[in-house]
């Protein structure tokens, strides 16, 4: 096997052995198939390629000292999955065949798993996509659903660390009632020139208002935020957002550790009053916020001097991580072991 230097992987693809597909025609899905190719032969006037009839998911499994393997909550990413084919009218794929599908890919790329050391975990990429040939604006008859894994490096190198973000209101990512809340290829094409521009300007991504009044938070490029005070954690409700899992589950973290939580809608100008923020997400599990500059209003918003993050934001980082490695006991069921 190559050496991989599992202390060094980045946020990148790595070939690995194999990858699971299946496919949706006649009305049906079909059994799992293992495939060891990374291409695929799709008809010229697919839907996917087209009218952009197509979702994805992003979850990890973590091996722990144990050296056991764990996946985490995964239930939840077969659920948004199916609500985001329901928002592009393609087939749904039943709960427990991606599971299985995951739980096969993980097994079958064992040796990418990073050790419990590196900090690095296993990425693991499932997505649905129309293969239906059409002319016409219409959702495909036939669908492929393909999951493949790679091996990704710990998000925080030099130890957790705080970033800055930027307000532009220039760029909308979706509207309220559009496609925000689905995980979606056209939601991220959408929010490249965005995200080019703020790292330009030298912020680790955009921090989205909701695209009608510009007054309220939405989300900070691909994670979802949440703001600490007085004991509480807040974090917006919208219709534009993408329901975070890792978000939903800090929320169970955070009210466990004797904290209120707010879910709600949360006004802009209120990031004056948070003692910590952060963005949240499957990649960095925690993202602690430096600042956030309202690139338009010349105001800054700051929440960390030391590029530190702050107290509580560390304590639920650890917590969900321990929980993940397997270091912490999985008191809410959210892990499933790889046997
Ligand atoms: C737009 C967006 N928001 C939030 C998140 C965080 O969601 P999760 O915690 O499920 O990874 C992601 C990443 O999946 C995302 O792409």
């Known amino acids: 096997m190559e050496n991989i230097d599992w202390s060094n992987l980045a946020f990148g693809y790595m070939k690995t052995d194999y990858n699971i597909r299946c496919k949706y025609s006649n009305g049906a899905w079909g059994e ?12 010229m006037a697919a839907t996917c390629l087209h009218y952009g009839q197509e979702a994805f998911e992003g979850l990890k499994a973590f091996k722990g000292k144990d050296g056991q393997i764990r996946i985490f ?41 990073p050790p419990y050391e590196s900090g690095a975990s296993l990425y693991i990429r499932p997505f649905l996509f129309g293969t239906g040939a059409q002319v016409g604006v219409n959702p495909s008859t036939e669908y492929m659903f393909i999951l493949f894994v790679t091996p990704v490096g710990p998000y925080f190198k030099g130890g957790f660390q705080t970033t800055p973000f930027v307000i532009m209101r220039e760029f909308d990512r979706s509207a309220p ?118 690139y338009d209003k010349k105001i800054s918003y700051v929440f960390s001097h030391d590029g530190k993050p702050g107290a509580v934001s560390e304590k639920l980082y650890h917590k969900l991580r321990g929980i993940q490695y397997g270091d912490e006991p999985d008191v809410y069921g959210w892990v499933t072991i790889v046997e």
């Open 32 to 43: 799992l198939e293992v495939s060891d190719s990374e291409y695929l032969s799709v008809h």
């Open 177 to 294: 009632l559009g496609m925000g809340k689905y995980k979606v290829g056209g939601n991220y094409a959408a929010s490249l020139v965005a995200g080019a521009k703020a790292h330009d300007l030298g912020y680790s991504n955009v921090f989205y208002l909701d695209a009608v009044e510009k007054k309220y938070i939405d989300e900070c490029g691909a994670a979802n935020f949440f703001g600490i005070k007085n004991n509480t954690y807040v974090t917006p409700k919208s219709s534009s957002i993408l329901p975070s899992i890792t978000n939903k589950s800090l929320m169970v973290l955070a009210e466990d550790m004797g904290m209120k939580v707010e879910r709600r809608p949360v006004p802009v100008e209120e990031l004056a009053t948070f003692e910590e923020a952060g963005a949240c997400g499957t990649a960095a599990v925690i993202s602690p916020i430096e600042r956030i500059d309202d």
């Open 73 to 113: 909550r995964m239930d939840e990413n077969a659920k948004r999955l199916q609500a985001s084919c329901e928002g592009t009218m393609m087939a749904e794929l039943p709960i427990e065949k991606f599971k299985e599908a995951v739980v096969k890919a993980v097994k079958l790329n064992e040796r990418f798993v």
